[in-house]
């Protein structure tokens, strides 16, 4: 390489002063990568300084931008009878089509107050493209969202969907680099192909499938050719269509492939505010009152909202079964922790299961006043005052 190395950067110069795209900068970021790994740093440094010189030319000059983006806005209609591309020696789907019409994720996911900006600030440029290339501006088109498992990642991107009005192509990575390994690469081509000759969202959930894949040392070369399949084909979509990622385990990635992303999106835990309106959303039919309510959003810090989807299940199963007269709200509670495997990091579950003394005393300390745990725990407001005065005796 080094031999032809006057060449490739000359070729690299000749580039950056004709007004990069984003897509060739990214090749040119990966040259430079491959020349770091190979210790030819003299050669990396000079790319290096070329790259940045791009960036600051193309931040003083943001018409140079090249869009071509027909395809999103002209590509062909996805119906339900377009047949969804599949594997040539099995015949079995790559992807699976959802219409946004469909009525199964019609439930809004709850959205935390930044990250709720950040995905209506996705939506309003995905919704003014035609816009946005009016005045040279190249839109956010690929985002990575990131997250714990059940925070709601997957359901956040149907939603878009539905907010677009777009069909979305679903592929989930695992399924396509596990079962069709030796194919695999061949596969995603085709997948990307079908999606960017249609006006759709595509979605690859499970993306760290291929990351962490590739810590299988028997399929190196097989990984490697799906892993730079993937950067190529993520590259000349991020030109003509939207793509959202998915994955729980943002730490897997390649940092060249983390860098792929026009946004990245963090999908935390959902704080006080949203496990509220989350459990107002899964407790109906079952009515519960407001310090009930306030004794959940204690408890179920560090939940995800699927912890609180399957929580509010539950104790609407236990409604059901029990009646009204022997129900004990907390010994509910306390029945649906033991059979409940959430590895929440806090330490509410201890203090819920262990003794009622100490677990008021902890949410007394947390804003719960005496006459609300009076009425939380059932018991005489005197039993209250009783059990802190044994509290402040034992201390
Ligand atoms: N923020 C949220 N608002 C409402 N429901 C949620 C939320 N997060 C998770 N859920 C519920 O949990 C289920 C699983 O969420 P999912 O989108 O599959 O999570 P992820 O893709 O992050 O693992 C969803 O179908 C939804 O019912
Ligand atoms: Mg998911």
Redesign the pocket.
């Known amino acids: 390489m080094s031999n032809y190395f006057h060449i490739v950067s000359a070729l690299c110069r000749q580039i950056v002063k004709e007004g990069a795209s984003n897509a060739a900068l990214t090749q040119i970021e990966r040259l430079q990568e491959a020349m770091k790994d190979d210790n030819l740093n003299k050669e990396a440094n000079l790319l290096t300084r070329l790259i940045k010189k791009a960036h600051e030319e193309s931040s003083l000059e943001p018409s140079r931008v090249q869009l071509s983006r027909a395809n999103i806005l002209s590509g062909q209609t996805l119906t339900p009878n377009t047949k969804p591309p599949s594997d040539k020696e099995t015949g079995a789907p790559l992807c699976e089509i959802f219409f946004s019409d469909q009525t199964s994720h019609s ?1 809004i ?3 935390d107050d930044g990250l709720e900006k950040a995905v209506e600030g996705l939506i309003s440029e995905w919704n003014n493209l035609p816009e946005l290339q009016k005045i040279g501006v190249a839109p956010a088109l690929t985002s990575l969202f990131f ?1 714990a ?8 991107a149907y939603y878009i969907a539905k907010r677009l009005n777009l069909p979305l192509v679903v592929a989930r990575l695992d399924g396509l680099v596990s079962s069709f390994l030796g194919t695999s690469a061949r596969n995603i081509t085709n997948l990307f192909d079908f999606a960017s000759r249609y006006q759709c969202i595509l979605l690859l959930d499970e993306f760290d499938a291929v990351a962490k894949a590739r810590d299988d040392k028997q399929e190196v070369g097989e990984i490697k050719r799906i892993v730079n399949t993937l950067l190529q084909c993520l590259d000349s979509r991020s030109l003509n269509g939207i793509t959202i990622a ?1 994955t ?1 385990h943002e730490t897997l990635l390649d940092p060249a492939v983390w860098r792929r992303f026009n946004a990245r999106i963090f ?1 935390p835990r ?1 704080n006080a505010i ?1 496990r509220k309106k ?1 459990l107002e ?1 899964y407790l109906p039919p079952l009515q519960i009152n407001n310090i009930e309510m306030d004794f959940l959003i204690w408890m179920t810090d560090t939940y ?3 912890d609180l ?1 399957n929580m509010s299940n539950t104790l609407k199963r236990h409604s059901i079964i029990h009646s009204k007269e022997q129900d004990n709200f907390i010994e509910t509670i306390k029945a649906f922790l033991l059979v409940s495997s959430t590895d929440n990091t806090n330490n509410s579950r201890e203090l819920v299961l262990g003794e009622e003394e100490g677990l008021a005393k902890a949410l007394h300390e947390s804003s719960f006043s005496q006459k609300n745990l009076a009425v939380l725990f059932n018991k005489h407001p005197s039993t209250i005052s009783r059990w802190f005065a044994e509290l402040r005796n034992k201390a």
């Open positions: 439930v996911p709850v959205l997250g498992p059940g925070t709601g990642k997957t359901k956040l998915i729980n999908v959902p949203s989350i959303q995800t909202g699927s989807e």
